[in-house]
């Protein structure tokens, strides 16, 4: 893998032509043997990692809660902790595919597929923390859905709680339902190109008789607009509620306005940064430097300092509030936290999500991969450090002194938590062997407009010597 | 290609074959001009101007997306007024049983839930899918309209078809091929 790559200025690279451009990502799914070790290695830590998270939960189920470090005052723990972290993941594929999609950003083209499936993959490792939190999530299906029962119970559609519910399972659906739609033109392409008969079958099941007629692509584009415009007020609406949680309580530390702004810009920081650890290596292991070029990496990597300049500035709000607020409690917990027990964790925060992003300044720095990289594996940590330190450590501190209590996480915490990141491996890893996992009828358009010369990004003189030869 | 338990020997259409975005939507263009109705273009990926060219339009959809999300939007609010007004109201803190501000979250994502469910499901149903077998399928080479070849077909349905004119006038249209497609 090259450490530093110049920086190109066109979205597609060297010489292509239609085919190519569904060849180099189609081979991917139709020949299992580009699939060499990396991907073995993930895989099979994936399958172990999800072999974790199903020992977890079942003996969370056989033994209840107590297995975790939670306790009282500290309730909420690793449970929402992970939670919060993962839903947070899932939001840059779907601020990838829906508003660069209405800002007309045609770079989006080839990694929205990829972080599309990212956050169904984060958002269904986020759902189980709440279902499994309750202990028994058989019992939980009737005070989070609203159906009649015999008991005459109905949720109570004024907590936050609730409107979570509805937020995460709406927002999964959505994101499901869009991903699919994008998914089927292109399994219509696959199945015209598989040879096997078996393959063939198989994606001709998904593509639903896709013919790529006028018509069909005139609904699809439809559709798929209108589905962008429904899911960018959703995204923000998303984490918006997920930061209501916290905000709509009287706990001090979680009482706070700035965090449903802070919290949404902390998800797209994290989910470009999971989406920076996941592409490139991807991108070299499978030879698609051309598709997801340096100039996408670049840009990936000024977003997530943009949003982590904003996530900062909501560090120092909180802090400037804790003091403006003038409330003895919320002080003594800003107190706690620059010099409590748990002051290296703010201090690791501060470390990894306001100071190591600072290096996506320097342009040379963008252009080398390993920085990148280890920058946005930094940033993660950061994220999930933020989410700790917002929540077990606001609530060791309680109203009543006597009460308050350490929390420390169990074996079995961890468990859970690695199992999660281990099954968003297993399921991100199959999708890569079974799926396109670049949008192909996307990046084919743009290739197309690249040779019409209506991309946005200009085209220097290589696409236009290969459009000479497509023409010849 | 038989086998499909279809009635081989009536025409579907003719089929033009094209190597490139400009011919078929000049082609398109140009047999809507001669007062072609019944055909259709398919292409690798979605064209711009190719239904302005082809005399296409069609807002089904988003007027199903909007009455879907009409519908969102009153059946969140009603499920809570119902709840916390008539069926289980419950005093919280004094406020009023049908609290609106506190409302709002969930007719908001019930209101995205259901347009979303509408634009994927309306656009399947209009688009009559999933439909595994189609008339158009039998064209030769037919594989590469989803990968990198542009065809536009002229239905025998269409009163102005002729089986000779019409092949006569999409060969002046540059295509590769025209072939009679039966199904």
């Known amino acids: ?92 594929g779907t601020l990838i595919s829906a508003i660069l999609l209405l800002l007309k950003q045609q770079w989006r083209n080839s990694i929205n597929r990829f972080a599309e499936a990212m956050t169904i993959f984060a958002v269904m490792c986020a759902a189980m923390y709440p279902l499994l939190h309750t202990g028994r ?29 509805f937020a995460v399972s709406t927002y999964f659906t959505v994101s499901l339902l869009f991903w699919f739609m994008g998914l089927i033109p292109d399994f219509a392409t696959l199945r015209d190109k598989a040879k096997n008969k078996y393959a063939k079958i198989a994606l ?25 415009g429904l899911s960018t007020p959703l995204v923000l609406s998303v984490h918006t509620i997920v930061s209501f949680d916290f905000a709509v309580s009287q706990v001090y530390g979680w009482n706070v306005t700035v965090f449903p702004p802070y919290f949404v810009a902390g998800a797209v920081f994290a989910g470009f940064a999971m989406v920076l650890n996941l592409a490139i290596p991807i991108r070299a292991w499978y030879n698609l430097k051309h598709l997801i070029t340096m100039r996408h990496i670049d840009w990936m990597a000024k977003i997530m300092l943009a949003t982590g300049l904003i996530v900062f500035y909501g560090y120092l709000l909180e802090v400037f509030f804790a003091w403006y ?49 280890i920058v946005a594996f930094v940033v993660n940590v950061g994220m999930w450090l933020e989410r700790f330190v917002i929540i077990p450590v606001s609530l060791t501190n309680n109203y009543l002194p006597s009460s308050n209590k350490m929390y420390y996480p169990t074996f079995w915490d961890f ?3 690695f199992g999660t990141i281990g099954f968003f491996f297993f399921m991100m890893f199959l ?42 | 290609m038989s086998g499909y338990g279809h009635d081989d020997d009536k025409p579907y259409g003719l089929v033009a074959e094209f190597d490139s975005v400009e011919d078929l939507t000049h082609a398109a263009e140009a ?23 082809i005399g296409f339009r069609d807002v089904k959809v988003p007027f199903m997306v909007f009455c879907g999300g009409l519908f969102g939007a009153l059946a969140g609010y009603s499920l809570q007024y119902y709840v916390h007004v008539f069926d289980y109201p419950l005093n919280v803190g004094g406020k009023p049983l049908n609290s609106i501000p506190a409302m709002v979250p969930i007719t908001f994502e019930s209101t995205i839930l259901c347009s979303a469910l509408t634009a994927f499901f309306g656009m399947l149903a209009t688009n009559g899918l999933p439909k595994p077998y189609h008339p158009i399928f039998n064209t030769p080479r037919f594989e590469r309209a989803s990968q990198d070849r542009f065809f536009l077909a002229i239905e025998a349905t269409d009163p102005n078809y002729d089986p000779v004119r019409t092949r006569q006038f999409l060969l002046e249209l540059n295509p590769l091929n025209v072939e009679e497609v039966r199904g």
Not at chain 1, 139 to 165: E, G, T
Not at chain 1, 456 to 470: F, I, L, N
Request: aromatic residues 16%; contains cysteine.
């Open chain 1, 325 to 373: 607020g003038a409330n003895p409690f919320e002080m003594k917990l800003l107190m706690d936290r620059f010099k409590g027990p748990y002051a290296w964790s703010y201090w690791a925060l501060i470390f990894c999500n306001g100071i190591v992003p600072q290096l996506m300044w320097v342009p040379k720095l963008r252009q080398n991969l390993v920085v990148v990289w």
């Open chain 1, 1 to 92: 893998m090259a450490v530093k790559e110049p920086l190109n200025d066109v979205l597609i690279t060297g010489r292509q032509s239609y085919a190519a451009i569904d060849d180099s990502i189609g081979r991917l799914v139709l020949q299992p043997s580009v699939h060499k070790k990396p991907w073995w290695t993930l895989f099979l830590f994936g399958l172990m990692g999800t072999g974790m998270l199903v020992i977890s939960i079942g003996w969370l189920l056989f033994q209840g809660i107590g297995i975790w470090g939670n306790n009282q005052p500290v309730a909420w723990a690793f449970d929402i902790v992970n939670f919060v972290w993962w839903i947070g993941i899932g939001h840059a």
């Open chain 1, 415 to 417: 468990g859970m938590f």
């Open chain 1, 431 to 472: 999708f890569v062997r079974f799926l396109p996992i670049i949008n192909m009828f996307e990046v084919k358009d743009l290739w197309h407009r690249i040779l019409e010369g209506t991309s946005k990004v200009e085209p220097s003189s290589e696409p236009t010597k290969a459009r000479e030869e497509v023409a010849a």
């Open chain 1, 204 to 228: 001709a099941i998904p593509a639903l008789g896709w013919r790529g007629s006028n018509q069909h692509w005139h609904r699809y584009e439809q559709a798929n607009l209108l589905l962008a």
């Open chain 1, 137 to 165: 999530p058989w019992v939980a299906i009737y005070w989070l859905f609203p159906y009649p029962n015999i008991l005459a119970m109905w949720p109570q559609f004024r907590s936050p709680l609730m409107w979570d519910v």
């Open chain 2, 31 to 53: 047999a809507r001009k001669a007062g072609f109705k019944k055909m259709d273009a398919y292409s690798p990926f979605p064209i711009h101007g190719l239904s302005e060219a």
